[in-house]
């Protein structure tokens, strides 16, 4: 079975600086996938970075970096260069490859950046 | 815009009616995903379909819940007798291969409200 926990239930952040979501995970998979989304007032969730638990380096996309340490069990997600439109909900997810259908999500973080 | 769509966005149902949410998912994805989300929970997982095949169901999905992709392209997923506890976001999601490193793409979600 999988877990995935985030400790942070709620964010805050100056406009224009960086800012960690925290993320832990327990797995038995040797072989997994670890995803972020970004889910709006709006309801839609989107995918914002994607790191594999073999891969040597930390994943990055644009102002999103995966801070992937696996010895620790973590995936933290960073922001840099918050901006207005950062505000939302974010959840850490995670989904074996031998069994890639199911993906198991945390609660969540709500990040509230501030001007 | 080809994503992943969802019918109806909103639905407002008494408790012992039945409802059908249905997903379209993205044309060439052959893997199609259910999801429930609580307010304030991160998505469960409820099935995955490849193909038209049903490989997985969630201990989550009772025998209320039925879910069926009949020629491997869109999908309908179907609350019988709904209760108060079925009130929930219902998020559909698609990806195109079996490893845990495809993306899920997320349709906006059927926001069920059971009263």
């Known amino acids: 079975a999988q877990k995935i926990t985030q400790t942070q239930p709620g964010m805050f952040v100056q406009e224009k600086e960086a800012v960690t979501l925290d993320c832990t995970y327990d797995?038995?998979?040797?072989?997994?996938?670890l995803f972020w989304y970004k889910q709006p007032s709006s309801g839609e969730m989107i995918f914002l970075i994607y790191?594999?638990?073999?891969?040597?380096q930390n994943a990055t996309e644009g102002r999103y970096s995966l801070n992937f340490q696996k010895a620790r069990k973590s995936a933290n997600l960073v922001i840099s260069a918050s901006q207005l439109g950062d505000s939302a909900m974010y959840f850490c997810?995670?989904?074996?490859?031998?069994?890639?259908?199911?993906?198991?999500f945390g609660d969540g973080t709500t990040l509230t950046v501030k001007p | 815009d080809t994503g992943v769509s969802q019918d109806p966005r909103h639905k407002i149902t008494k408790r012992g009616q039945n409802v059908t949410f249905r997903c379209d998912p993205i044309?060439?994805?052959?893997?199609l995903y259910w999801y429930r989300q609580t307010l304030g929970q991160g998505p469960e997982f409820l099935t995955y379909?490849?193909?038209?095949?049903?490989?997985?169901k969630s201990r989550l999905l009772s025998d209320r819940f039925s879910a069926e992709r009949p020629k491997g392209s869109f999908s309908t997923l179907e609350i019988q007798r709904t209760e108060q506890g079925d009130s929930a976001m219902y998020l559909c999601?698609?990806?195109?291969?079996?490893?845990?490193?495809?993306?899920?793409?997320f349709g906006p979600g059927t926001r069920l409200t059971v009263t």
């Open positions: 999601a698609s990806s195109t291969g079996q490893g845990g490193w495809h993306e899920q793409y």
């Open positions: 797995t038995s998979d040797p072989s997994y996938g």
């Open positions: 790191q594999g638990s073999y891969d040597q």
């Open positions: 997810a995670m989904r074996p490859n031998t069994n890639a259908g199911k993906s198991t």
């Open positions: 044309s060439e994805h052959n893997r």
């Open positions: 379909f490849q193909n038209e095949a049903q490989l997985e």
